[in-house]
Structure formats: structure tokens, C-alpha cells
């Protein structure tokens, strides 16, 4: 059962525009959500998260927001840039047994383009 | 500091071989994680270690065994390797294992491993 999906395996943009991924979510006990960005050959970094509580983040060019009624968040890149072309997955507290321990569960990723 | 980090980078087996993916942190974190990345299917965790003297299963823990041998170092082995077992594995640590409420628990990920098994 995947609690947290990414629904766009791609997203190709221009250089300048903005860049919207999304993450739907089944788990409404979510307290916490990440993204990560990955590079090829490299293993994930943590890019931005957002709490439960909170329904926007910002974070330089970054900004995440969620929208917990329809269990949905979304991260904005303005304005997006080449170097910003990567995997971005999506995740969030693996709660499977009863507790987390820091577990995380990943949505399926989607590969941004930004064309020069 | 290092981060985390993953040998061999790359490794092939034939069916039935076995071999250990070792995975070393010099964070002091308390605890790691192993995932495996297959296309389409984000990263699935296979196992994870809250803390130096415990090991349980994530998601796909079938076919694979684990070793958290001290806080440092958390190994994951394939006893006999199958071609379903192709795929990039991570490993990644983290500070805490859960913690209060409405705290995130950033992991740190390792560089991978690609193994392929023919």
C-alpha cells in the first residue's frame, strides 16, 4: 500500500519558469513531510520540509505546501535553473508497526528537466 | 567528516552468490537504514537499525539479512543472490530514531551501491 505517491514520473520546464511537483498522501496522521532531490550516481539530499501544522515552508528559491483536506503537497522551484534538473521524491513518517523510528516512506520520484 | 559512506559502488553476481554491502557513518547518528531504488518505485526500505544493538525489518526485508555491528557500521548481506535483487541500494543514518511530535528525522544518504545479478 503506497502511502505517499507521486503521480508524475516527469516534468520538463524552461529556465526562469516555475517548476511545481506534487505528492498526494493516504495517512492523515502525518505529522511531518521531506523532499529529497537526487542526483544521478549520488544518493539523495534533504531538500525542505514542512510540518502538520504549518501549510507553507519557504526556503530560498523553494517553497512546499500542503494542503492537509486534500491531502496534498506540492513543492515550487522560482525560478527554476539547469542545476535544478534531478529526481525529487517526496516522503513521509513510515509508521508501519505502530511507530516510525525515523522510518521515512518515499513516493516513486519525478524527474525534473529545467531546458536552458 | 565523510557522511555516510557505501563500498563496493558497484558490483556484479551471478544467481545463488553472496556478498555484503557495508555502510559507515561518522556522524554519531543513532540510527540507519538500508533502501533499495528500482524505477517506479521510489525507495522501498529494506532495513533499519533505531538503535546500535537493534535490527527489524522495513517494507522488502526477503532475501536479505542484517548486521549492525556498532554504531558506526550497519552491513546488509545477500545470502544467495536472485536477479530480483537488481537494483541501486542506500544507506542512510539519521540523529534520532522518531523523537517528539511533529519533528522530522533528516536522513543522510549514502553515495549507493549498484549491484546487478545475472
Known amino acids: 500500500d503506497q502511502q505517499v505517491k507521486q503521480n508524475s514520473p516527469s516534468l520538463s520546464v524552461q529556465e526562469g519558469r516555475i517548476s511545481i511537483l506534487n505528492c498526494d498522501y493516504t495517512?492523515?496522521?502525518?505529522?511531518?513531510f521531506l523532499w529529497y532531490k537526487k542526483y544521478p550516481a549520488e544518493g539523495p539530499t534533504f531538500l525542505i520540509s514542512i510540518s502538520s501544522i504549518k501549510d507553507k515552508n519557504e526556503d530560498g528559491r523553494f517553497t512546499v505546501f500542503l494542503n492537509k483536506s486534500a491531502k496534498h503537497l506540492s513543492l515550487h522551484i522560482v525560478p527554476s535553473q539547469p542545476g535544478d534538473s534531478a529526481v525529487y521524491f517526496c516522503?513521509?513518517?513510515?509508521?508501519?508497526?505502530?511507530?516510525?523510528?525515523?522510518?521515512?516512506?518515499f513516493g516513486q520520484g519525478t524527474i525534473l528537466t529545467v531546458h536552458p | 567528516n565523510a557522511g555516510v559512506t557505501q563500498t563496493p559502488k558497484f558490483q556484479v553476481l551471478k544467481t545463488g552468490q553472496s556478498m555484503t554491502l557495508q555502510c559507515a557513518q561518522d556522524?554519531?547518528?543513532?540510527?540507519m537504514y538500508w533502501y533499495r531504488q528500482d524505477p517506479g518505485m521510489g525507495l522501498r526500505l529494506i532495513y533499519y537499525s533505531a538503535s546500535e544493538g537493534t535490527t527489524d525489518k522495513g517494507e522488502v526485508p526477503n532475501g536479505y539479512n542484517v548486521s549492525r555491528l556498532n554504531k558506526r557500521e550497519f552491513s546488509l548481506r545477500l545470502e544467495s543472490a536472485a536477479p530480483s535483487q537488481t537494483s541501486v541500494y542506500f544507506c542512510a543514518s539519521s540523529l534520532l530514531a522518531g523523537g517528539p511530535s511533529r519533528t522530522y528525522n533528516e536522513q543522510f544518504f549514502g553515495p549507493g551501491t549498484r549491484l546487478t545479478v545475472l
Open positions: 516522503a513521509g513518517p513510515n509508521n508501519a508497526g505502530g511507530t516510525s523510528y525515523g522510518k521515512l516512506t
Open positions: 495517512n492523515s496522521m502525518f505529522d511531518y
Open positions: 556522524m554519531n547518528h543513532n540510527s
